[in-house]
DNA sequence: CTTAAAATCACCCTAAAGTATGAGGCTTTT
DNA sequence: AAAAGCCTCATACTTTAGGGTGATTTTAAG
């Protein structure tokens, strides 16, 4: 049925039209009274009348159905807020831990001489893994290597 | 007012209804005829009759009105997919367009000999462009040099 | 226990990257 | 017109990166 009533002046507009029609009858009563046993057709006015008036209050309170409506906004963060390490890519290319770590290091800038402080090895073995890094990735440079490791999610 | 009347079946109920209500106030009019000019009465109760069956009429025709509510859902995107180029740090870091030129092909792993290639300059020029890049944005390397431009949106 | 992969390191060599300095030509600004 | 900035190029030099080969030790898997 209907509910919520938003406001009251529809409700005043309902009674005032229901009066004034009343009245119409009314008078209309009087004046025809000559048409006897017209009441059949009298009752019909009616009911069609009052119908129409039903039907446009309802139409004048029936509320709107809500429905919401989901639209994507884009977002843009930097990649490295939310990184996932794709792991399909890493096993195709069968990437070890340890050249992986390399990969990462050299993606944030490091010389293979800083990695190798870093990692407590020599520089000679930063060298062996990032060869066959290169090698693994099918890349000629470490510039390459970690354009390709960011672009398959290895690196952030 | 009412538009697209969806089915025939609601008509139909509607006419039907309106038969019944007829024909029982017909037996009441046959049946309380002692009732003597109750006739305003008579009229105010086919009135408020018609006028809950339009209302529920019109409730059942009238088509949902659709409000449509948006809510904004979050979606992460790479920040690849639609670069702009943050003028601002660039202008605080004074780059040239040769300069960001160069940086940008050396984040797509690109050599020094590859981009003088690229641009039609010799391999010094490149140097030279690295070199004030490297000044300008204080790093000592091209590693470093596309992170810190990745980092502030002077490359994509 | 044995085998394979991974990690480590060394040596040598070449290629590429990066630094320093100077300089000429061009455009814009003062 | 002069100054400043940019683009260009060269030469010389140092440093770093990368390739090739070989070898030892660890570690993981069968």
Redesign the pocket.
């Known amino acids: 049925m209907i509910k919520n009533i938003r406001n009251y002046k529809q409700t005043l507009v309902y009674g005032i039209s229901l009066a004034v029609l009343l009245l119409l009858l009314r008078w209309l009563e009087l004046r025809y009274v000559i048409l006897a046993h017209s009441f059949e057709i009298y009752a019909g006015v009616i009911a069609v009348l009052f119908t129409a008036l039903g039907v446009w209050v309802a139409l004048k309170l029936n509320k709107p159905q809500v429905l919401t409506k989901v639209i994507e906004k884009e977002i843009y963060l930097t990649a490295a807020a939310n990184f996932v390490l794709n792991e399909q890519q890493l096993a195709k290319l069968?990437l070890?831990?340890?050249?992986l770590e390399v990969l990462q290091l050299?993606a944030v800038g490091?010389?293979?001489?800083?990695i190798?402080d870093q990692?407590?090895?020599?520089?000679?073995?930063i060298?062996?893994?990032?060869?066959?890094l290169?090698?693994k990735m099918d890349v000629?440079?470490?510039?390459q290597?970690i354009e390709l490791g960011k672009k398959l999610s290895l690196i952030p």
């Open positions: 069968k070890s831990a340890r050249e050299m490091k010389s293979n001489q800083e190798a990692l407590f090895v020599s520089l000679n073995t060298k062996t893994h990032s060869s066959r290169f090698e000629k440079r470490r510039t290597a």
